[in-house]
């Protein structure tokens, strides 16, 4: 059975930091792994998507890479801000089953 | 991308009652699913609505319960029958296309008193 584990469960910092978020699974047969940003009481924000042939993927500020065989995902945050403020979910997919989703990272960007 | 929407954004129901969730998506997406968010929680999947049958539930959850509808490939609800006060939770739908990005409702907020 496939278990997605987010460390750290919380996270704050100064505005202005780099941040790296991550993200470990159980079952490294994935078909891809993709990265959500939710805001209290809101639904979810996709940020990255990445397939399991792929190493990374950059989206802005984001930056997210995969090793399928040591079962590891990192979301990296570069130059933090307030507006970041979220908790940051990975969910991972094995097959064309269905998402699994990480238990989350609650991240506070303070000015 | 697909956007979606989701009716109530929120309600509050007495236990013992019903309430029915509509999810709309603006394009057609092959699979749409709806989940459960506890407070304080992660995501758990309730199901996957199937388009013109009967959706595929996961394990805890029946069709007596979360009764689901998919009449057409844009379009979704999901009832919460027989309400308690652990059903208070986030329902999000969301909707995807040949199992890439997954995308998501805002979602309704359910208090049951």
């Known amino acids: 059975k496939q278990e997605v584990t987010q460390i750290p469960a919380a996270l704050s910092v100064p505005e202005g930091e780099n941040l790296v978020l991550n993200c470990s699974f159980t079952?490294?047969?994935?078909?891809?792994l993709q990265w959500f940003r939710q805001d209290p009481g809101k639904g979810l924000t996709s940020l990255l998507l990445i397939q399991s042939s792929q190493r990374e993927q950059t989206s802005g500020r984001l930056n997210a890479s995969l090793d399928k065989s040591s079962g590891r995902s990192t979301l990296y945050i570069a130059a933090s801000q307030p507006g970041d403020s979220a908790t940051y979910l990975c969910?991972?997919?094995?097959?064309?089953?269905?998402?699994?989703f990480g238990t989350g990272t609650r991240l506070q960007v303070f000015p | 991308s697909a956007v979606i929407s989701q009716k109530p954004s929120r309600d509050i129901c007495q236990r013992g009652t019903s309430l029915t969730i509509q999810c709309q998506v603006d394009s057609q997406v092959t699979m749409m699913f709806w989940y459960r968010q506890q407070p304080g929680q992660s995501l758990t999947l309730i199901a996957t609505?199937?388009?013109?049958?009967?959706?595929?539930?996961e394990s805890g959850f029946v069709i007596d319960k979360f009764p689901i509808s998919r009449p057409n490939l844009t379009f979704s609800t999901l009832t919460v029958s027989n309400l308690s006060p652990e059903d208070s939770s986030i329902y999000l739908c969301?909707?995807?296309?040949?199992?890439?990005?997954?995308?998501f409702g805002p979602g309704t907020r359910l208090t049951v008193l």
């Open positions: 609505a199937n388009q013109g049958s009967e959706a595929t539930y």
């Open positions: 079952d490294s047969a994935i078909y891809n």
């Open positions: 969910a991972v997919r094995r097959d064309t089953d269905k998402l699994i």
């Open positions: 969301s909707g995807e296309i040949y199992a890439d990005t997954q995308y």
